[in-house]
């Protein structure tokens, strides 16, 4: 009974709508219009608050459907008023998926612009055809059939009719809503990449739910035509496309009445408000405003939201927190019964070229059943772009995919996953504000025969939801089933997130950093779950923590600039000189041995106490304290995942600080926006360069010059910044994107140059440069010491080494060692015991 609550309140309001609206003076033509708007409403809302894709154009159904309707009544006068009412409904779904086909190619503002769009073309099309559809005369002359003894020119008698209509239509969209592909939608609406990533072809579950919203909205067109007996251009507006929205966006788009609501208030407010001021509505859009800005659940949400306001729910963080390791057997519709000798994915010499940089280059990977391959190297490796490509989310340039003998090479990851193909994200990818026990219903479901059933409740496949409850259960989350996923600690979203890839049954896992960010007992509980899994399903892990994946694996891969550097047993990798030199370097470097060095200070200049950093759940630094002194070149070095780019982010603002302090000087810098940081003397050149494509060298150093003229640092003219890197001279007029790797890297470094700087910060400087190019910005850091501080990450442990004075080593978010680094560089013994395992 109380799973049908909705549809006994719609049935019930319908009853006592018109009656209500007499004591205020409005007839029962008034509540019909409601009954019309609050259907056109839910037909919106289908697409909007279940779907995710904001429409700006859904007028252009509501017209469509009247226009229709209007030519079949008046084409066939006498029809009984069915007829024209689903010519309405049948023209408005082939031409909605005709060009929902086009449309939803894109998302986002693009789709939404779109829309925009086809509402202006429908309107002038509509204005300008008057042979078809009138003009701006409109079509009229349309009669209010008899249905038998039934009179609907009788005002009553057409409310009842369209009372009907509606409660009939609300029922089979709530029906729809309900069950297994109805409940898909708002998975889409929640991660449409974890809903691809789990199996589901999302582009057909998109259209079904754009033709379900634009039918409805255009039997609206058509009812609203026989309740005017008359229709015109205008509802076809953008205007009238905005009311649409701005009425289920008051409603509430989370609530299924909620958008009626929304139309309810609209009739009110415009029939009231419109004796006062032929302004209504504008004080409707200060009205719409304000409930975006404060009340963003709607009418319908209101009384949650100051329940959560007032009476929040329990902490979850605690509760994970005091869960411990339990062994379970992994669950039987899980467990793979074969003999385990099968090589189930094999990528041969797959490659991925960007432009002339090849991020992954001739790869083979065999991954065995009931296995733990592990795929590791240092950053920039290309081991994150191989998942891609395995994973479909990205085709190969060259090469071959394999999964279970099936060639994947080119397919999309909803039918790789298909085939079999589970993953886990390195930043958990949830549907964040569905129950724990929604999301893993709708993982299940991705792989039973009712995921495309429309009618069908989903809560009565019992199947889907016992074998959701036992993966809730193995995972460890019995007892959280009703929790919001996005309510979770990190460490429980991270379990939901293994959760998700096994519960559709895959052929084999692909688990992308699943320890990143928890604590050390989180890690435990995860890594043993994933050994777990691997006794009976294949697993392919990509993890930061060498020692761990040490400890858990069976085989190692080993990548390193796209190419793989070794393929072998555990001890194999261990052993490696090769693999030990791409974690700490080599000792020796001719580019090193050209180091000036210098005297740096005593004197701090960029101190941190008791900085921690969140991502989200994710706590990413543990109360680092740390000094930078002035003319010093500090390294920051540390396994991958140790929290060295967040340490910079940190510093420059980008990564908010949860709790300590950072001074720059005698100035506070935590809580400071990054401009302000910024224009105080702190210069960041991140990971990956991050110019701005579309312009060229000189716009990108102006930029970097405009608002950074502060004296708050030492200033560098455009002369003085074309002396350290002359090959810019000669690049000034052309585009950033068109440059070579190295010269936007030097555009980079020039670009934060450009502005007063105290303190430089480089994020992967040397990183997929050429041997001379990273000479040549060796040479110029070693000189800018002279007048400045710098703070350097880099993999290169021996460039980074023989550049700086100090070297700050961190692991899992904490420093762990302060050391000169003329010992690290010298002493192999030492790097292996502070940096390797």
Known sequence: MRKNTPMLFAGASLCVLPFALSLTGLTSSTAAEVVIFALACIGLNVLVGYTGLVSFGHGAWFGLGAYASALVALALPGVQIIVPLLAGVMVSALVATVFGSLMLRRRGVYFSLMSLALSAMAFQLSYRWTEVTGGENGLGGVERPMIGPMDLNNDVVFYVFVAIIALMVTWLVWRFLRSPAGTVLAAIRENEGRALALGYRVARYKLTAFVISASVTGLAGGLLLFKNRFTSAEPMSVIFSGELLAMTVIGGMRGFLG???????????????????????????????????????????????????????????????????????LPASLKNTDAGSETVLVAEEISKQFGAFKAVDGVDLAVRDKTLHALIGPNGAGKTTAFNLLTGIMAPTAGRVRLSGIEVSGMGADAIADLGLGRSFQITNLFPELTVAENMRLAVQARHASRMNAFRSADTVEEVHGEAKEIIDWVGLAGMETARADSLSYGGQRLLDLGLALATKPRIVLADEPLAGLSESERERVGFLIKEVSRSIPVLLVEHDIDRVFDLADHVTVMNEGRVLLDGSVEEARTSPEVREIYIGSGSSAVAAAALGGAASDEPILSMEGVNVHYGKSHILHDVSLDIHRNEILALLGRNGAGKSTLLKALTGIAPVSSGTIKLLDTELSGMSSARISRSGISYVPQGRGLFAGMTVRENLELGRIRRQTGEGTHWSMEEILEYFPRLAERLDTAADRLSGGEQQMAAVARALSGD?????????????????????????????????????????????????????????????????????????????????
Do not use: C
């Open 757 to 837: 700087t105290r303190v430089l910060l480089l994020d992967e400087p040397f990183e997929g440069l050429a041997p001379a190019v990273v000479e040549q910005l060796f040479l110029t850091f070693d000189k800018l010491r002279e007048t400045l501080s710098i703070v350097i990450v880099d993999h290169n442990l021996d460039l980074a080494l023989a550049l700086s004075d100090r070297t700050a080593v961190l692991e899992m978010g904490r420093i762990q060692h302060e050391v000169p680094s003329h010992d690290l560089e010298v002493d192999l013994d030492l790097r292996r015991k502070l940096l390797w395992m």
């Open 259 to 329: 958008p009626a609501l929304g139309a309810l208030f609209y009739i009110i407010f415009r029939e009231y408000l419109s004796i006062y001021t032929e302004d209504w509505l504008l004080w409707f859009g200060v009205a719409f405003v304000a409930f975006v800005l404060f009340a963003r659940e709607g009418l319908i949400g209101i009384a949650a939201q100051l329940r959560d306001r007032f009476f929040p729910g329990p902490d979850l963080n605690a509760a994970m927190a005091e869960r411990r390791i339990e062994k379970r057997d």
